[in-house]
């Protein structure tokens, strides 16, 4: 059964249980694996979410012995989402909001075989809803929302305390906005003896700091980390060197930093040479710290397989991209695969232009999965209302530097920086991209995305781009276009 099962769509498996009572039997279990409860965000006659809470909330359905996963997404109902934002003034959750809570609450003491619960809905939850899923015995990984910007008025959050004795493995926070939650987080974490993967996004217009989470910290974590993904805080608060020693990055193959202005108020170079000096060697190095000594880094270890300067709109002193391209290709030509290269400053030395794409395709041929921007993409309507693609590539800087990119011959993912959010330039650039693909360019393209919004497919036989558009964050088989915190989510072209 386990062998059919993956050819098999939850309405195939649904079907297969009314057969017989022996194919009930074994593909009931399959049924009830991933229990998934969507809000549309409007009640209507046949509300597919009121039905399955009536269903599963019954304490007579002895089916939720089968779910390993539970899953929470969706608008909040049209109907209550006023309450909510009255109330919201008041420090008060709904008592549909509660109810919603409460119903699941119930399901959840009937699932003694969870491992993972995701919380992605406009409305919190309540606390003894998070203490009873954080008590539950086999709970690995807890992923929830803790924030949203709602309408007409933000809902009432409280803040949730989390449970002291963990055993999960892996804990997503997204959009934290208060101290207090993550105070309660560094206390629960200092028993985490298993976790081996955090990532907390914090809400950016919050100003909080790292220093919260670890401030009462008085040893090292007992936990080793392979991955940590850190974005939105205003700054770390504290010395590297002390966040280092509290969170010891030994194991850590996988870092997110994406950190606010108010870094710059230390010394620049020192956060990375503390992570020399704590043996820092990721294998996926995401951040927006191109500061000084980011090359010193990475010229301190071999092995990296994806290195993404991420867009920052933040004035730091930054080594030129070429220093960096050329630091990379002389310690990780060998492994790199993944390479983003997003624009910080407006000075031509920060973005790459056409004799450097030059050098990087020379110096990194394997890069598999490229993001860039450069000079001369805000200018690229101007240059297309003026040109057809007959004409000399050289005359047009855009065509030139494109032209250049695709000839990496393991291509699979371009991402481009538009600089600017003119519609138009997206369908000028997939046009000229086609163009070239039809002359035989990037064989392996696959997806081609712009900013940090829209991604489209490749298709080949005949050379086509696909009538579907996806999410940057949500292409799985990817490291570019996808994140951890959102691979629940099944999106299709």
């Known amino acids: 059964m386990a062998q059919i099962r993956q050819h098999l769509t939850d309405s195939d498996l649904a079907k297969l249980a009314r057969v017989s009572h022996e194919l009930n039997d074994l593909a009931t279990p399959y049924l009830y694996q991933t229990v998934h409860f969507h809000s549309p965000g409007r009640i209507k006659p046949d509300d597919q979410l009121l039905l399955q809470l009536d269903i599963l909330g019954d304490l007579r359905f002895n089916k939720l012995v089968y779910t390993r996963r539970v899953v929470v ?40 075989n969870l491992e993972e619960f995701i919380w992605d809905m406009q409305v919190s939850l309540t606390q003894v809803l998070l203490t009873t899923v954080m008590l539950q015995q086999r ?54 003896t298993q976790l081996e993967r955090l990532s907390i996004w914090a809400d950016d217009r919050a100003k909080l700091s790292m220093s919260s989470l670890v401030e009462d910290w008085h040893t090292p974590a007992p936990f080793r980390l392979r991955s940590l993904d850190i974005r939105g805080f205003s700054d770390i608060g504290i010395p590297a060197k002390s966040m280092w020693a509290a969170i010891p990055p030994t194991k850590l193959r996988e870092l997110t930093l994406e950190l606010g202005p108010s870094l710059l108020a230390q010394d620049p170079t020192e956060f990375w040479d503390a992570s020399i000096e704590a043996d820092l060697r990721p294998l996926r190095l995401r951040v927006n710290l191109g500061i000084k000594g980011i090359e010193e880094f990475i010229s301190s270890f071999s092995g990296l397989e994806a290195f993404h300067l991420v867009p920052s709109d933040t004035l730091r002193p930054m080594a030129p991209i070429r220093v960096l391209v050329d630091a990379l290709r002389r310690h990780h030509s060998s492994t790199l695969k993944v390479l983003g290269l997003s624009p910080f400053l407006d000075g031509s030395k920060y973005v790459l232009d056409v004799p450097d794409i030059k050098y990087l395709v020379g110096a ?100 086509r781009l696909s009538d579907g558009v996806s999410r940057v964050g949500y292409v799985g088989g990817t490291v570019l276009l996808n994140e951890e915190v959102f691979d629940w989510v099944r999106t299709s072209f």
Request: some cysteine; aromatic content about 10%; proline content about 6%.
């Open 73 to 112: 997404s969706g608008s909040w109902y049209e109907a209550y989402a006023a309450i909510d934002s009255e109330l919201g003034e008041h420090q008060i959750l709904s008592p549909a909001a509660r109810m919603f809570s409460n119903i699941i609450c119930n399901c959840i003491q009937r699932m003694p």
């Open 139 to 192: 709970l690995r990984c807890l992923r929830i929302r803790m924030g949203t910007d709602c309408t007409p008025k933000p809902f009432f959050r409280p803040s949730l305390n989390l449970h002291t004795t963990v055993k999960l493995r892996v804990i997503h926070l997204i959009q934290v906005d208060n101290v207090v939650v993550l105070q309660s987080l560094g206390v629960a974490l200092k028993n985490a």
């Open 364 to 463: 990194l041929p394997d890069i598999e999965e490229l993001r860039l921007s450069q000079a001369y993409l805000n200018r690229v309507r101007l240059c297309f209302s003026k040109c057809c693609f007959g004409l000399p590539l050289t005359r047009f800087p855009h065509q030139e530097f494109m032209q250049i990119a695709l000839l990496l011959p393991r291509l699979r993912v371009v991402q481009i920086d538009l600089v600017h959010e003119d519609p138009v330039t997206e369908y000028i650039f997939l046009d000229f991209i086609v163009y070239l693909l039809h002359k035989g360019y990037a064989r392996n393209l696959t997806y081609v995305a712009f900013d940090d919004t829209t991604v489209r497919e490749i298709r080949r036989n005949p050379i």
